[in-house]
């Protein structure tokens, strides 16, 4: 019984020995490439004001990331309150290279809607594929 509790405790000694030297720092560029994660999120917001007549493709309104980091995802809103108060309807909303866009139509003779596109960005070490194309 003695020889196994000091088994127990040399084992889980070095396990943790191992833990702590294995820190991020301690692997390869290449490696770090490969690691999952972003680091810190920064999360940006367009917002906008429609009224009047709507173009026949609809607006077009894009939350553009900062230098440095790249899309991780996104959404659109109505800022301007609730039905029967507004008069957006979603057309489509994706990633792109620089940011997330939206198109939708909004707005109308006597009404305003206030449109507001979040893009969620983040710092990563390798970026492979590009986005779907709208």
Do not use: W
């Amino acid at each position: 019984m003695i020889v196994a509790v000091i088994a127990l405790v040399v084992a889980l000694g070095g396990t943790a020995v191992a833990a702590k030297k294995l820190g991020l720092n301690a692997l390869s560029p290449s490696a770090k490439k490969k690691t999952v994660g972003v680091g810190k999120l920064t999360y940006v917001t367009a917002e906008q004001v429609y009224t009047g007549n709507n173009p026949a493709e609809g607006y077009v309104l894009t939350a553009t990331c900062p230098g440095g980091t790249h899309v991780l995802g996104g959404g659109t809103k109505v800022a301007s309150g609730y039905p029967p108060n507004f008069t957006f309807s979603l057309i489509e909303d994706y990633p792109n290279t620089s940011g997330f866009t939206a198109r939708f139509y909004a707005g109308d003779t006597g009404v305003t809607d206030r449109v507001a596109v979040t893009a969620s960005c983040g710092v990563s070490q390798a970026v492979t594929g590009s986005p779907p194309a709208p």
